[in-house]
Nanobody, 113 residues
């Protein structure tokens, strides 16, 4: 199983980024997927989840209304569209599959003027 996160970078407050996570080595379309993040000097926290078919999504209160999780099962890819970014969104972002204890390598998002 392999998950490859990408799309992070430096963005100004109020800006947007879209993260991607490509999965391989398992039946991607059969499993829910989640995004987590780990801010500097803090514990890793859950951000969003999407069901296997993409019909249902849930979000942490801190990102609700600003972030959108989606997936393209034909491309084995899950996305996290992040809008209206704030400095407190600065973190390393990881995707995770419910196929098992498998995580992406993480992608750094820094929100700073």
């Amino acid at each position: 199983v392999r998950l490859v996160d990408s799309g992070g970078g430096l963005v100004q407050p109020g800006g947007s980024l879209r993260l991607s996570c490509v999965g391989s080595g398992f039946t991607f379309s059969s499993y829910d997927m989640s995004w987590y993040r780990q801010p500097p000097r803090k514990e890793r926290e859950w951000v969003a989840r999407i069901t296997s078919g993409g019909s249902m999504t849930t979000y942490a209160d801190s990102v609700k209304g600003r972030f959108t999780i989606s997936r393209d099962n034909a491309k084995n890819t899950v996305y996290l569209q992040m809008n209206s970014l704030k400095s407190e969104d600065t973190a390393v972002y990881y995707c995770k599959t419910f196929a098992g204890p498998y995580w992406g390598q993480g992608t750094q998002v820094t929100v700073s003027a």
